[in-house]
C-alpha cells in the first residue's frame, strides 16, 4: 500500500470513527432519555389506574352500603330469621342490582346459600365462598355466570338484623369500558388479561382495540405468573419493522388470597425511538460521507506535497539495508522532510564510518568473552591437578609403599580431571562449529521414543524414580536432521532428569498444527525463575554447579537451524516445560523467510 492509500485511508478512518462514535453516544443517549420518559409515564399511567381502581372501589363499596341499609334488605334479614321462605326474595338481587347501578350482586346466608343472585338467578339454593374481607374495602374477585365468568371489584357487608346475618357482595364488571376510563397518552394503550385458565388463552384479553396477534404478549404474561405476581417489562415485535414494536409494562393484580386474578398490561409505542434513531444514522452516514470526499481531496494535496520524498527516503532506506551504504538522497526545498533529508545522508555516512569499528569492536568482544569463559571452565580442573602433582612431589620422599598408595589415588584424580577438561574443550569445540542439519524424512515420535528408552532404565534406578509418560499425538514425518533433533532431545531429557531429585513425572507429548509440529518436554521438578527463564539460552549461561552453560544454547542453535523455535514456561517449584516447534516441510519455511539483507 502506498503512502498515498495509507494517508486517504488513515483519514477516512479518523473521520469514520469520530461520526461512528458521535451518533453512537448520540443514539444511545437517545434510547436512555426516551427509556427514561417511557418509564416516567408508564409509572404515571400506573398510578392513574391504581387511583381509578381506589375510586371505583370506593364507589362500589358506597353502592354496597347503600344496599346494605336499604329497607328491603333489613325486611328479608328479620324475615329469614324468623323462619321466613328465602324463596320469597329470589329476584331482590336483580332489583337492586338495577336500582343501584351494579353489574353483580348477591345475598348469602350465614352458612354461603345463596338467597338471590342479580347475575345467575339460577344459583338460587346454591352455596358460594364467603370472602373473608368483610365491611372492608374493594377486592378483585373471579365472578361466575351462565355463560363464563368475568373480573369483579366488589365489596362485602354484613347485615346483622335477626336471629342470622345476612351477606351483601357485589360491584362492577372490570371490563372494556373500565379501561377505556383511563385517560392515556399518545401512543400508549392497556389491556387487561384475565388470569383464569392454566395455559395463555388469547380469548382472555380485555382491550379497547383488537389485538391481532396477542399471542406475542404470552411471555410477558407468563414471566408475570412465574415471578411470583412481580411486574415485569418487556418488548413486543409485532412485525419485523421495529417500529412497530411496543415496551409492555405487566402490572400483577391479586385476589383476596394472594393468588394471580388478571395481568394489567399498558403498552408504549416505540415508533418515535426507532424513527429518531434512524434520523440520526441517516445523519451520520451523510457526514461520514462528506467526511469522505473530503478526506479523498485532503490526502490528494498532502500526497503531492509528502509523498515524493518519502517515497524517495524509502527507496534509499531500502538501497542501505540492502547493503549499498553509499546511498545518497537528493534535498529538495526547506522544511521537515528537507531536514529528514540531510539526517539521512548524515547517518549513512556515520554508518560507514562506525561499521568497521563496530564489527572490530565486535570481534574483540567476542573473543574476549571467549577467552574469559574458557579460562573460568579450566580454572576448575587446573587446580586439583596441581594439587595432585605437588602431592606426589612431596610423596616421592615416602617409603616406597606409601609413595605407591599415592601414586595410585593421584593418577586417578588426574585421569579424571584430564577427562573433564577434554569434555569442556569438547564441548566449546562443538559450539564453534555446530554441523548444517543434513535433512531427511524423519517420524517425530519415533525419534522421541527412542530417546525416552536410551534414559528409561536410569529413571528406574535412582534412589527417587522418575515416570515417563508419553502422550504422543498423530503427527506427519517432517524435514529434519535425526541426530541433531537425538540430540536435543536427550539435553532436554537430562535437564529434566537434573531438575528433579527427589522423582517426579517427565511428560513427552506432541501434536500436529497447522504448518508446524509441536513438541512439548516437561517435567515436575523444582522449576525456573523468571530472570532464569530470561537468560536460559544464552550461552556460557547455567544454573548448575557443574556446567559450561551451552547445552541449551546448542539446543537453540539446532532449533533455530531447522528454522524451529523454541519456548520456556516455568514457575518456581512447579515444573518447566519446554516447548518446540517445527516446520512439517522445511523448504516452505525457508521461502517464507524474509531475505536477509547485507
Known amino acids: 500500500m502506498s503512502f498515498r492509500q495509507r494517508l486517504l485511508a488513515a483519514l477516512s478512518l479518523i473521520i469514520i470513527a469520530t461520526v461512528a462514535v458521535i451518533g453512537y453516544v448520540v443514539t444511545l443517549r437517545t434510547k436512555e432519555a426516551f427509556e427514561t420518559a417511557d418509564t416516567a409515564r408508564t409509572e404515571a399511567l400506573v398510578q392513574q389506574f391504581q387511583q381509578e381502581f381506589q375510586r371505583s372501589g370506593e364507589q362500589v363499596a358506597r353502592r354496597i352500603d347503600a344496599v346494605a341499609q336499604s329497607d328491603s334488605v333489613a325486611r328479608m334479614a328479620v324475615d329469614l330469621g324468623q323462619g321466613g321462605d328465602p324463596a320469597t326474595y329470589l329476584n331482590d338481587a336483580a332489583s337492586q342490582a338495577q336500582l343501584h347501578r351494579l353489574d353483580f350482586l348477591e345475598f348469602l346466608r350465614a352458612d354461603g346459600s345463596i338467597i338471590s343472585s342479580a347475575q345467575w338467578p339460577a344459583r338460587f339454593g346454591y352455596k358460594a365462598l364467603i370472602p373473608t374481607a368483610q365491611n372492608g374495602a374493594a377486592f378483585l374477585q373471579r365472578m361466575e355466570l351462565p355463560d363464563g365468568s368475568a373480573l369483579g371489584l366488589l365489596a362485602l357487608r354484613t347485615v346483622t338484623i335477626g336471629a342470622q346475618p345476612v351477606y351483601v357482595i357485589g360491584g362492577e364488571r372490570l371490563d372494556r369500558d373500565f379501561l377505556a376510563s383511563i385517560s392515556l397518552p399518545v401512543g400508549m394503550r392497556a389491556f387487561l388479561y384475565r388470569n383464569q ?228 574443550i569438547g564441548r566449546f569445540s562443538d559450539f564453534s562449529k555446530m554441523p548444517q542439519p543434513q535433512l531427511q524424512r524423519v517420524q517425530i515420535n519415533d525419534l522421541l521414543k527412542r530417546v525416552v528408552s536410551v534414559y528409561e532404565p536410569q529413571f528406574k534406578v535412582r534412589e527417587k524414580p522418575i515416570t515417563a509418560q508419553l502422550e504422543l499425538g498423530e503427527t506427519p514425518e517432517i524435514d529434519a536432521d535425526p541426530d541433531l533433533l537425538h540430540r536435543v532431545f536427550s539435553n532436554l531429557v537430562l535437564n529434566a532428569m537434573d531438575a528433579m531429585p527427589e522423582g517426579g513425572t517427565l511428560t513427552v507429548r506432541t501434536r500436529a498444527l497447522e504448518t508446524t509440529v509441536q513438541i512439548e518436554i516437561s517435567d515436575t521438578g523444582t522449576g525456573i525463575a523468571q530472570e532464569e527463564s530470561e537468560r536460559l539460552f544464552t550461552p556460557y549461561y547455567t544454573s548448575k554447579q557443574h556446567g559450561t552453560g551451552l547445552g541449551l544454547a546448542i539446543v537453540q542453535s539446532v532449533i533455530s537451524d531447522h528454522r524451529g523455535s523454541i519456548a520456556v514456561e516455568s514457575e518456581p517449584g512447579r515444573g518447566a516445560t519446554f516447548r518446540i516447534e517445527l516446520p512439517k516441510r522445511l523448504e516452505s519455511a525457508l521461502k517464507a523467510e524474509p531475505a536477509r539483507v547485507g
Open 197 to 424: 385458565d392454566k395455559t395463555f388463552d388469547p380469548q382472555n384479553f380485555i382491550g379497547p382495540d383488537n389485538l391481532t396477534t396477542p399471542a406475542k404478549l404470552a411471555p410477558i404474561v407468563q414471566a408475570t405468573e412465574e415471578n411470583g405476581g412481580q411486574e415485569v417489562r418487556g418488548i413486543v415485535h409485532w412485525s419485523d419493522n421495529l417500529a412497530d414494536a411496543e415496551s409492555f409494562h405487566a402490572i400483577p393484580l391479586k385476589a383476596q388470597d394472594g393468588n394471580l386474578i388478571a395481568v394489567l398490561l399498558v403498552g408504549s409505542s416505540r415508533r418515535t425511538l426507532v424513527e429518531l434513531v434512524h434520523h440520526i444514522r441517516t445523519i451520520a452516514l451523510t457526514v461520514g460521507g462528506f467526511g469522505i470526499f473530503a478526506a479523498i481531496l485532503l490526502s490528494l494535496w498532502l500526497a503531492a506535497r509528502v509523498t515524493r520524498p518519502v517515497e524517495d527516503l524509502a527507496i534509499a532506506a531500502g538501497a542501505v539495508a540492502a547493503g549499498n551504504w553509499d546511498t545518497h538522497v537528493e534535498v529538495r526545498g526547506s522544511g521537515e522532510l528537507a531536514q529528514l533529508a540531510e539526517a539521512f545522508n548524515k547517518m549513512t555516512h556515520e554508518i560507514i564510518d562506525q561499521r568497521e569499528r563496530l564489527v572490530q569492536s565486535e570481534r574483540v568482544a567476542a573473543w574476549r568473552e571467549l577467552a574469559r569463559r574458557l579460562a573460568h571452565e579450566l580454572k576448575n580442573p587446573l587446580f586439583p591437578l596441581q594439587i595432585t602433582v605437588e602431592n606426589l612431589l612431596r610423596a616421592r620422599l615416602l617409603p616406597q609403599a606409601e609413595f605407591d598408595e599415592i601414586f595410585k589415588e593421584s593418577t586417578s584424580t588426574l585421569l579424571a580431571e584430564i577427562a573433564n577438561l577434554k569434555t569442556i
